[in-house]
């Protein structure tokens, strides 16, 4: 096992959902105690696109810079070598869990997450330690209801006032799941 945590966060074309989550999540992550890895890709990623203009405007909006991110493909490898993938919404998650079925315990919707986490368990070992928070993961999978799936609305195409919501929900969203995995401080 890694060292460190490693999150993976997918959308459809990985230039807009995933990405910002990517970007928010590693701005959340830059003083946080526990190494945690940040990545995202898309089940039909416009490989080597850049962000779209709007997301880019969203995340400047929130002092982030979105400039530098590129578009991959979600593939096997990155499945396998994460701990926890969230995905942006629930038609996601098979695809993910159809390049390796071992997947299905760690991979969520990011709001479904969000909510799971917030009473997970992962009490008995320190609040920095990857073990703790891959037993966060353990909890809210035991814990799932396959019936309350929620997705984070996709802007793409839309008006600049989408994307800055969906980088709110976005944010909102990691915001509970991080706190949770990193724990009190």
């Given at each position: 096992m890694s060292a460190e945590f490693r999150l993976l966060l997918v959308c459809t074309a990985n230039i807009c959902r995933s990405a910002m989550a990517e970007v928010i999540a590693g701005a959340m992550l830059q003083s946080a105690p526990l190494p945690m890895a940040?990545?995202?890709?898309?089940?039909?990623?416009?490989?080597?696109?850049?962000m779209a203009p709007h997301a880019v405007a969203a995340l400047a909006k929130l002092g982030l810079d979105g400039r530098a991110h590129r578009a991959r493909m979600?593939?096997?490898?990155?499945?396998?070598?994460?701990?926890?993938?969230?995905?942006?919404?629930?038609?996601?998650?098979?695809?993910?869990?159809?390049?390796?079925?071992?997947?299905?315990?760690?991979?969520?919707?990011?709001?479904?997450?969000?909510?799971?986490?917030?009473?997970?368990?992962g009490r008995r070992y320190r609040s920095d330690t990857v073990e703790r928070a891959r037993a966060i993961v353990q909890s809210a999978a035991a814990r799932r209801d396959r019936r309350r799936v929620l997705d984070v609305y996709d802007p793409y195409g839309g008006p600049p006032?989408?994307?800055?919501?969906?980088?709110?929900?976005?944010?909102?969203?990691?915001?509970?799941?991080?706190?949770?995995?990193?724990?009190?401080?």
């Open positions: 940040t990545a995202s890709a898309g089940v039909r990623a416009m490989v080597g696109h850049p979600l593939d096997r490898d990155l499945v396998r070598s994460a701990d926890l993938l969230l995905t942006m919404e629930a038609a996601h998650v098979p695809v993910a869990v159809g390049l390796d079925p071992e997947a299905a315990p760690k991979t969520f919707t990011l709001p479904e997450f969000a909510a799971l986490a917030a009473g997970a368990g006032e989408g994307y800055d919501a969906c980088a709110k929900t976005v944010g909102e969203s990691l915001s509970h799941a991080l706190g949770a995995l990193l724990g009190p401080r």
